[in-house]
């Protein structure tokens, strides 16, 4: 009788489990009308249906999450990592404007333009400078979110989401990002859904 039982639970739990799959696969049919055309052409029955797979327990949901506050963090730290250089290079640029200012009060006249030769290339130098490490600032930043976009591409074929690896085809990684818009989406209608039930 037990194992009756058991066989009945795990048939009970099956059911379960293909009802969600179909819900899942249904409301990815439903959001995958909404993205452009040529998108909607490259997600394969086959491919909408192992999504709502690895959806079904919700880790996937989960991870997401954690990788989006990751993001988040890294944009803002990378920002404000910014914005710190450029503070430091307005503070450059104004002491040196003062200290051109007060040699040129100090200057005796003739000797002004000789001076003012000097200070030119001076400031010219700094603005140089300046160019090269907010160059470089900039190519840190693009290194880091291409680091970060592959990380994420990593985790996500590990948890075993369709439509996930490591690449930098920009047609992929669009591909990538609508498949992450569809996963937020159901995420959020799960969220709804959920409070209503409460």
């Avoid at 039982?5 to 489990?17: I, M, T």
């Avoid at 049919?29 to 959806?55: C, H, I, N, W």
């Avoid at 001076?115 to 900039?138: F, G, T």
Wanted: proline share 2%; hydrophobic share 35%.
């Amino acid at each position: 009788m037990e194992r009756y039982s058991g066989a009945l639970e795990e048939a009970v739990d099956g059911a379960r489990q293909q009802e969600r799959h179909y819900q899942l696969l249904s409301a990815l049919q439903g959001l995958v009308k909404e993205l452009p055309s040529s998108f909607q052409q490259r997600l394969s029955y086959t491919t909408l249906s192992d999504l709502a797979l690895a959806l079904l327990d919700g880790t996937v949901f989960e991870i997401v999450q954690g990788l989006l506050d990751i993001q988040h963090l890294t944009e803002k730290s990378l920002y404000n990592q910014r914005l710190r250089l450029q503070n430091e290079h307005r503070v450059l640029r104004q002491a040196l404007r003062q200290k051109h200012q007060e040699a040129q009060q100090a200057c005796q006249p003739h000797n002004l333009p000789v001076l003012q030769a000097a200070q030119q290339r001076e400031l010219e130098a700094v603005e140089h400078r300046i160019r090269e490490e907010q160059r470089a600032m900039d190519q840190k930043i693009v290194l880091e979110l291409d680091r970060k976009v592959a990380d994420q591409q990593s985790t996500l074929e590990k948890a075993g989401v369709a439509g996930f690896y490591v690449t930098t085809n920009p047609q992929e990684l669009t591909l990538q990002m609508n498949l992450l818009e569809l996963i937020r989406k159901l995420q959020q209608r799960g969220c709804q859904v959920g409070k209503a039930a409460l």
